[in-house]
């Protein structure tokens, strides 16, 4: 096989440009597209969404707003107790902000399916993964609690609950 100089230069050049790009890039096993890999958001703006996502449907919805990368991230409290906003809305029994959340497009949790009463979503999990019963969510908050602040919409889910030894 015969490679010419231009073609050695070319490739050397395009693999320097790629070494010194601000931008990293990391393959997608799933195809044959590039992500882009961004620096990581401020842990004080993620500390702070997901404090508000306990209780400021209108702060949330405007801090999302302003960076939609605030999504799915979570707030590391220590000690492997990590939080996104959707886990703050789920314990908390915040509908209203879980909705925004997830019609925005969050990763729904058990947790956040029992709270807001998703008893399908919540026994085909627990029926595949038996032990996810006594699982324990953000600040060691277990399914229970988060069915009872589901309130009357997640009573079914709390009558699950209670019969399969998860109260």
């Known amino acids: 096989m015969n490679i010419s100089r231009r073609y050695l230069i070319k490739g050397g ?16 096993p799933l195809n044959t597209n590039f992500m882009e890999v961004k620096d990581p958001i401020k842990p004080e703006l993620i500390k702070e969404f997901v404090r508000i996502a306990h209780s400021n449907i209108d702060k949330v919805k405007e801090m999302l707003a302003e960076e939609p990368a605030l999504l799915n991230s979570a707030q590391d409290w220590g000690g492997g107790d990590f939080e996104t906003a959707l886990n703050a809305a789920g314990h908390m029994g915040r509908k209203d902000i879980a909705a925004v959340l997830l019609t925005a497009g969050a990763r729904m949790d058990v947790f956040c399916a ?10 085909n999990i627990l029926e595949a993964y038996p032990n996810l019963k006594t699982s324990k969510g953000p600040h060691g908050l277990m399914l229970f609690h988060h069915a009872k602040q589901g309130g009357e919409e997640a009573k079914a889910v709390l009558q699950y609950l209670e019969s399969i030894g998860a109260s």
């Open 114 to 123: 029992a709270m807001l009463g998703k008893l399908d979503i919540v026994k």
């Open 13 to 28: 050049l395009l693999s320097l440009a790629t070494l010194i790009s601000p931008f990293k890039t990391i393959s997608n």
